[in-house]
Structures are given as structure tokens and as C-alpha cells.
DNA sequence: TATTGTTAGTGTCTCAACTACACTAATATC
DNA sequence: GATATTAGTGTAGTTGAGACACTAACAATA
């Protein structure tokens, strides 16, 4: 154990950060957790973060966190919010800057659990009983996401290289858990000329099979209207 | 001199809280700042805020930080964004926790400026040099403010309790740095609910006198479309 | 008291975008 | 070849935004 102590003149909190990380798989919203392996809430979910290193900047610190916790890196990862009620953590004084990250379905495959880390996945709306005010935080990243559905391209961050229209169409209904008429939605989605063919399809079933489309400008989110 | 150190198995950073506190006078949206006392940048301007006490949430500490150095308290305040870059204070690593705040014109007086806090107001087209990152602070803020006047209620929040219409078209007018078609705005503010005529009229000069109008709904900041 | 200058206040038309809505096309399976 | 299943397409109606010009009411002044 490292005796060593870091002293100041004045009290400082500790400063986390919190991953709130999203996918969609079986056609459900689902999230990460992490298994706690100490107090307090040994043994419960928690979001995957920690603590900030004093020479990393805040987004590295969460992208360190998760891909230490679960193999996950360069995936989209946003700030959300900052939460620092005195009482949030029993230990001692800690601020946590939450961020939330969108990772495409065919890359949700975790790293085995070891000692250090158990992470699994959730669906949002099934989740257990979550650690510190963790629920909160959570609250907050699917308020966001579902808002920034309408006006940004960030359901894209969802989908693999290729995919159907139909398959984004259901991105759609899934996060905002209602369904969307068929031409309409692919009416907006082409108008606002986001996606092109690839001129291949995919044969999936005994019916038509479907052409498949890409991002014109993947990897970014930008805003739209 | 306090001697007392307080001491951490681990380094932390200091916490603090940084406000952006927007107003509108002279037909021109302004800032507040306040020249600083100490180094680092001694005798700059800055943005009002200062380190958190460790018993107090984080809104608590930005609504103390500019009461303790405006006098201003009771204002609309809002969490902006977290700013943590390993390099941004000099002395040592700081987290500040950034808030926005506006505030009615008619409530803009500040305390006197004392040995410990110098406060004025500022053009944001015509802001001086800020220290540390407070200028990138800034046109965070401005930004947000700019998106949520277009839906939300927030430009009431630098409204008098009473107002006519065509002072609050120039807020819009001002923050947006555009002229707006005086029948359409009356038109879109009147479809949303939000204010109603008092029956009082302003007499202002040689000129028709305008109804003074007053929000339905007063304090809160809502969600518009 | 009539004229002038100034701001308050009002309605219509056009266009673009969204909504609702139903059938045909292409495939695999049996 | 009949069936089941998903892909793919167009039109009409409605709603909201933008462009646009004149009258109303007052104070000041001649």
C-alpha cells in the first residue's frame, strides 16, 4: 500500500467520471453496468468510470475507464452533466462528470470478466437497482439521447458500416418506443440526404430483400433540421 | 495563516464553479465580470466563481460565489458544461464546474466594488481579454443561450415582471443579432400560451401607448415548440 | 387646433414540411 | 405454384413559418 499522502491547504473533493454507455441489441435499449467489487455497494451495479488521473483531460479519463473495464474504445462519448450533491458518495466528497457514449451493435462484445471487472448489459428499461445516485445519471443520459434523436445524427452512431432502412427505422422506434410510418420515416431520413446506397442488399429471409445503405459522413454527429 | 493541511491517499483536484451571468442593457447583451485580485492573471478580468466549500452542492457554491461578489442572488442559474483541461489554471489542476445565469434588467445593480471584488458589466461583442479558459467558458454559454431562446422560455428570464411586446421582440432581436418581422413575432409568442395583457399600458413618449403584458407562468423556464 | 413624427397594432397569401394512409414487388419455403 | 414475409413507393390534406403594408394613438410643436 502506497504511504505516501497528498496534502493541501485547502480540502479538495474527488473528481470521477461516469459512463453512461448505450446500444441496442434484441431490439431493446441496453446499457453497461459494472459489478462493484468494494464498499460501499459491494456486490451492486454501478456505471463504469473512476478516478481522474491529475494529467488527463476529463474525456480521457472516461474513455480510460471504460476501456480498462471493458475492452470498449473509440466509440462517440458526449459530456452529459456533472453531478455533485456533498452527500452522493458515503467515502468522501466526490464530483462526478458524467459523459454518455453510443456504441454500434456489432461491436457490444465485452471483454471476459476477471477479478478487477464483471461488466454486463442492461436493458434500459429493466435495469437493477443502480449504485451511488447512478439513476440519476442515467435518467438524464435518456433524456438526452431521446432529444437528440430529432435534431442531430446521433442515432447513426448505433448502426454498423451497412444496414438497411429499415433497420435504422427501428433505431427510431426503439429509443423512442413508438412506431413510425414507413414512408414517412424514410421520406425524412432521404430528404435530409444522410445516407446513400451501396448497391448491395441483404438477403435475410424468405421475402424481398433489401438494399443496403451507408452514412455519406460517418463518424461524426452533427446537428440537423 | 491556516496551517492546517488536509491530506489524500491520492492527488485530487480543486473544484470550483465558474458563472456566466448574462443581461441585456443598453440594447446589448452584456456579461459580468470581475478584475482579479490575486494571480494568476492579476489585475485581468474574469468570470465570477471560485472553489467549492466541501458541504455545499454545486449550484449552492455558483449562487454564493455571485452573491459574496455582485450581491446579485435569486437569478436563473443553469449548469453549462464541465471544463478540465490538465493545463488550464497554472497553479494547480482545477475542474471548474461552469454555470450561466441571467438576470432582468432592471435588477442589474451591483454591490459597491470593495477591496476584495471589482464587478462590471461587459458587451459580449466587446469583451476583454479573459484569463485562464474563461473565454471559451463564454461562447459555450453563448451558444446555449442562443439555442434554447428558440425553444425554450428562457429570454423571459431578462424581462421586467411587466413588459410590452416590442421590448420583448428586441430581446430576441438582440441576443439573435437579427431583425425579426414584428407581425410574426406577435404572432408566435401569442400561439404559445405564455403571457397575457395586464390591461396596463406604458406612455413612453409622443406615440401610441403599447400594453403591457406579464408571463402566465413566471420563474420557470420551460420547453417550447 | 391642425400637423408631424413616432411607435403600437393588425391579416392574408404562399410555400414548405409533416401526417395519414394502402397497395405492389421480391424473395424463401413448403 | 401457393403462401408468408418484409421491401418499397405516392398523394392529398393540414399545419406552421415567412413575406409583406397599412391604420391607430399619442405627444410635441407650429
Known amino acids: 500500500m502506497n504511504t505516501k499522502q497528498f496534502c493541501y491547504w485547502h480540502p479538495h473533493p474527488a473528481v470521477t467520471t461516469d459512463i453512461v454507455l448505450f446500444t441496442l441489441r434484441a431490439e431493446k435499449l441496453q446499457l453497461l453496468l459494472i459489478r462493484r467489487r468494494n464498499p460501499p455497494f459491494q456486490g451492486g451495479w454501478a456505471l463504469p468510470g473512476g478516478f481522474l488521473d491529475m494529467d488527463e483531460d476529463l474525456a480521457d479519463c472516461a474513455k480510460r475507464e471504460l476501456e480498462e473495464e471493458t475492452g470498449i474504445k473509440n466509440i462517440y462519448l458526449e459530456q452529459l452533466y456533472t453531478f455533485g450533491k456533498a452527500k452522493r458518495d458515503p467515502r468522501e466528497r466526490v464530483i462526478s462528470v458524467a459523459y454518455y457514449a453510443l456504441i454500434a451493435s456489432d461491436r457490444i462484445t465485452l471483454k471476459p470478466a476477471s477479478d478487477a471487472t464483471e461488466a454486463a448489459w442492461f436493458a434500459f428499461d429493466e435495469l437493477p437497482e443502480l449504485a451511488f445516485?447512478?439513476?440519476?445519471?442515467?435518467?438524464?443520459?435518456?433524456?438526452?439521447?431521446?432529444?437528440?434523436?430529432?435534431?442531430?445524427?446521433?442515432?447513426?452512431?448505433?448502426?454498423?458500416?451497412?444496414?438497411t432502412l429499415s433497420e435504422l427505422q427501428n433505431v427510431y422506434e426503439t429509443i423512442r418506443a413508438e412506431a413510425l410510418d414507413k414512408r414517412n420515416f424514410r421520406k425524412w431520413i432521404l430528404a435530409r440526404n444522410l445516407v446513400e446506397?451501396?448497391?448491395?442488399?441483404?438477403?435475410?429471409?424468405?421475402?424481398?430483400?433489401?438494399?443496403?445503405?451507408?452514412?455519406?459522413?460517418?463518424?461524426?454527429v452533427e446537428i440537423i433540421r
Chains 1, 2 share one sequence.
Not at 438524464?140 to 451497412?162: C, N
Not at 421475402?207 to 452514412?215: D, E, I, N, S, Y
Open 133 to 163: 445516485d447512478h439513476r440519476e445519471i442515467v435518467e438524464k443520459a435518456h433524456e438526452r439521447l431521446v432529444a437528440k434523436l430529432d435534431y442531430s445524427t446521433i442515432a447513426f452512431q448505433f448502426m454498423p458500416k451497412q444496414f
Open 197 to 220: 446506397a451501396t448497391g448491395l442488399e441483404r438477403r435475410n429471409g424468405s421475402h424481398r430483400p433489401a438494399q443496403l445503405f451507408h452514412f455519406k459522413r460517418p463518424g461524426r
